[in-house]
């Protein structure tokens, strides 16, 4: 049995392990509620340690750690071994990004959004892998990349850049660890309401203007991308594996909303 949420019968993940990267808020939080709820024991990475410590109970570890950073990642991996003797599964959630018209973005906002974007994913697949294929039991990977994958958005390169890396370097995981009984994929959500997209939801001529595109006519809750994230992670997905599964409400099939109006003018003068 199901409710609206799509919650289902706690147990679904008994005795695995999982770690989130990202966990602390957004898609990344909803994924460990529900994991936990659903009896899988949890390490949680994220910068945010208030966010960390306010999910503290039994079966779960918060840990403190920049995602772009590989010996954070790595020690985030050792120690859901160490605290729970395993990794049996893996949600890369962790993103954000400095947006600018490709004419006017920064180096460093290119770097950071990317590194946050797509090296995390890399390094956090490296070292759930190497764990995952020394206990020699297989495991799942999840990827969070997005609809802009697909779809451009003005102001947007880096962020749709990266977003597409994360979605090939998924089918990349699949092809490499299939022969460890690994298996690992992407979902790509369309807007989702959380603490990263708050401009947009603060801002009522551009959710009208994302609304208007979205064939649903509604923004996703962070839960409704968690649940499809459980299922690539679950024992009913046994047979998948390099696959993108879009979350959006239809919106791929519409296209991106035009975003200069609300990003302004282009600030480079030709000079």
Known sequence: MTNEAGMEAAGRFGG???????????IGLAIVRRLIAEGASVVAGDLNREGLDALACQGFLGFPCDVTKEADLEAL???A????????????????????????????????TVDLCLKSVFLGMKHQARQM????????IVNIASLNAHVPMHAGSAYVAAKAGVELLSRNGALEFSEYGIRV???L?????????RRHFDNPDALAAFEARIPMGRPAQPEEIAAPALFLASADASYVSGASLLVDGAWAVSGYPDMRPFRGPVKWNGA
Do not use: C, H, M
Request: no cysteine; charged share 20%.
């Open 133 to 140: 294929i020394r206990r020699g039991k297989g495991g799942a």
């Open 16 to 26: 695995k392990v999982a770690v989130v990267t990202g966990g602390a808020s957004g």
């Open 81 to 112: 071994a160490e605290r729970f003797g395993a990794v049996d599964l893996a949600f890369n959630v962790a993103g954000g990004s400095r947006p600018g018209y490709i004419v006017d973005l920064a180096e460093g906002d290119w770097d950071f």
């Open 77 to 79: 991996v050792a120690a």
């Open 185 to 187: 994929n992407a979902i």
């Open 189 to 197: 959500p369309g807007l989702v309401q959380t603490p990263l997209t």
